[in-house]
């Protein structure tokens, strides 16, 4: 089959099996539904997210996917997406990206906190990788609605990871720490479940 492409502003949801020789997102914001279990959508072929598109975070991708300058991709509603901890297990409800993700120079990685409270040891992710993640310099915003509290050392997951992410987001290397929101975070790179993390205040050890 041909390519799928989204142009102009505006909001599209793909729901289903989406068989195709690619997907390319030119503007608006393309989400791929996950929630109810019927609607879960599952993209085949490689996903291009062009400037001034946004590819938020929810079924799953079979193939690679790219973020170009002026892309972003986001969580649901950019906001970070809940996981099922219940007996001690995790099941991310995030993006699956079975490929490879390259996010590029002046890309955007958007994560937002829209938790009431959060504390602990939480365990939030954006995207979950199979294959290899290039980071080019591209762009973290991350934000924190009114009235969030957030306790000093709770861990936010961005990306679980099969492999270390080859390179940073901009300005933040290994260990760097930020203020946000009147709170200090750090941000860590690894791989596994807690892949790229962000932590409240000082890490927990790893």
């Not at 290039?134 to 609605?145: A, M």
């Amino acid at each position: 089959t041909g390519i799928v492409t989204k142009e102009g502003p505006g909001y599209l949801a793909l729901q289903g099996n989406i068989a195709s020789g690619g997907t390319v997102v030119n503007g608006g914001n393309l989400r791929v539904l996950a929630w109810p279990q019927e609607y879960h959508g599952l993209v085949q072929g490689p996903v291009t997210v062009n400037a001034g598109a946004r590819l938020t975070v929810e079924g799953d991708v079979l193939g690679d996917t790219l973020i170009n300058a002026g892309g972003v991709l986001a969580g649901f509603f950019g906001g970070m997406v809940n996981v099922d901890v219940r007996g001690g297990t995790l099941a991310p409800s995030g993006l699956g990206i079975s490929g490879n993700l390259r996010m590029s120079d002046g890309a955007i990685f958007s994560a937002q906190y829209d938790l009431p409270s959060v504390s602990g040891n939480v365990n939030l992710i954006e995207v979950s990788v199979e294959g290899e993640v290039e980071l080019i310099d591209p762009t973290l915003q991350v934000s924190l609605q009114p009235g969030v509290d957030i306790t000093p050392g709770a861990r936010s997951i961005l990306m679980s990871l099969r492999e270390p992410a080859v390179g940073f987001f901009r300005d933040l290397p290994e260990g760097q720490r930020f203020a946000l929101g009147g709170q200090v975070f750090t941000i860590r790179y690894g791989s596994g479940l807690y892949g790229i993390s962000l932590f409240a205040g000082e890490p927990f050890v790893w």
